[in-house]
């Protein structure tokens, strides 16, 4: 099984193309980041109140990827928000994004390509080698979103996630996503750390575009 930053990690790669989807500035990050706090809740590692993130335990994982995370929560003496979790390890998206890139192409999941344009310049690529991790996700979130059964704990982490990050419009149609979004508010209260970290993705990526809109200050 992969792991919820596996996953989501493939919901932000288009599947026709192998290039990463173009979505709002920092929403792959702010993706990345709550997954990975998910998978160390998952693993009972780290758990959150209404206000803070609190380390369970600071026994390693099977996942040296997580391992990294986890060392950092256990080394900080202060309790933190979910939220500045999130824009923390989103700081340090890239590198985690790299190393489980790895990680999918040694499992057989994804294959590299390398494309050069113009001699110099240089692209990479991400093809899904048979797609049937990524249509098995989008199907589990299909029929949570479209039915009344109650969903997995990772389920609602990933639709909790897709939300905030804008994947579910990358997902479905615009009428699909439309008639599930009361559907999505229930799901996402289901669960307490995947609740706050939507919480915590939706208020960072509006003051990510408030900045954004703002502009640098002008120099006199």
């Keep these: 099984m992969l ?11 288009d599947d026709a193309t ?13 993706a990345l980041a709550g997954a990975m706090l998910m998978d160390l809740a998952f693993a009972r590692r780290i758990d959150c109140d209404q206000h803070d993130l609190h380390l369970v335990e600071a026994t390693p994982v099977d996942d ?3 391992n ?14 979910p939220k500045y979790w999130v824009e923390w390890f989103a700081r340090q998206a ?8 790895n990680r999918l192409i040694e499992k057989g999941v994804l294959r590299k390509e390398e494309h050069r344009f113009l001699w110099v310049f240089s692209s990479r690529r991400y093809p899904v080698i048979n797609n049937r991790e990524e249509r098995e996700v989008k199907y ?18 990933i ?27 229930q799901v996402c209260r289901m669960d307490l750390i995947g609740n706050a970290v939507f919480k ?10 408030n900045s954004a809109l703002q502009g640098p200050p002008l120099s006199i």
Excluded: W
């Design 3 to 13: 792991t919820v930053s596996e996953e989501i990690l493939l919901l932000v790669i």
């Design 18 to 30: 192998g290039e990463f989807l173009s979505l709002p500035l920092m929403a792959r990050e702010h």
């Design 64 to 66: 040296p990827i997580l």
């Design 68 to 81: 990294e995370a986890l060392a950092i929560i256990a080394a900080e003496k202060k309790t933190h928000s």
């Design 94 to 101: 890239g590198d985690y994004e790299n190393k489980l890139l």
């Design 140 to 157: 589990r979130i299909s029929s949570v979103l479209f039915s009344d059964e109650i969903p997995e704990a990772r389920d609602i982490g």
């Design 159 to 185: 639709i909790c996630l897709a939300s905030a990050c804008n994947l579910l419009e990358e997902i479905f149609s615009a009428r699909e996503v439309s008639a599930a979004q009361d559907r999505v508010q």
């Design 200 to 209: 915590a993705i939706a208020d960072l990526r509006m003051s990510t575009m």
